[in-house]
């Protein structure tokens, strides 16, 4: 199931959540990538990130770095109040303020690639296919 996983479109896994291969999904590739970048996971500073906009509360943001290697984790809270499922244009305005040096990073879920501008990430963008990033940065 792993394999197939690998190749997975993440707009089919969001469209059929209920058979949790989302889960799986998301899973496999946070942990696969913490095995790769052990250093950061392990000395690596956490660092609360701030959200403004209609649903800054509902979202949790947090940036893990070390030397040259930062990742950007975002994941929504209390979602029922963006709407379900919470992707795309339902964050609004609502925007992450991205670590010192953040300027660019890819998705590990999409492999898209996501601009802060003025320091800020809309969630809308980093939000448009699946409810949850986790960007490395660029």
């Known amino acids: 199931m792993l394999d197939a996983l690998k190749g997975a479109d993440p707009a089919e896994l969001l469209d059929n959540w209920s058979d949790g291969r989302i889960k799986l999904f998301l899973t496999h590739r946070l942990l696969t990538f913490r095995?790769?970048?052990?250093?950061?996971?392990?000395?690596?500073?956490?660092?609360?990130?701030s959200l403004t906009g209609d649903?800054?509360?509902?979202c949790v943001a947090f940036a893990r770095q070390t030397g040259d290697q930062t990742i950007v984790?975002?994941?929504?809270?209390?979602?029922?109040?963006?709407?379900?499922?919470?992707?795309?244009?339902?964050w609004r305005d609502t925007a992450a303020q991205m670590p010192n040096g953040f300027s660019e990073g890819r998705d590990l879920f999409t492999g898209e690639t996501f601009?802060?501008?003025?320091?800020?990430?809309?969630?809308?963008?980093?939000?448009?296919c699946l409810p949850f990033a986790a960007l490395i940065a660029l």
């Open 35 to 49: 095995r790769e970048k052990g250093e950061l996971f392990q000395r690596g500073s956490y660092e609360p990130l």
């Open 55 to 58: 649903f800054a509360d509902c």
């Open 73 to 90: 984790v975002l994941a929504p809270r209390l979602s029922s109040r963006v709407g379900f499922p919470p992707i795309g244009e339902a």
């Open 115 to 128: 601009a802060a501008a003025d320091g800020k990430l809309p969630l809308d963008g980093a939000f448009a």
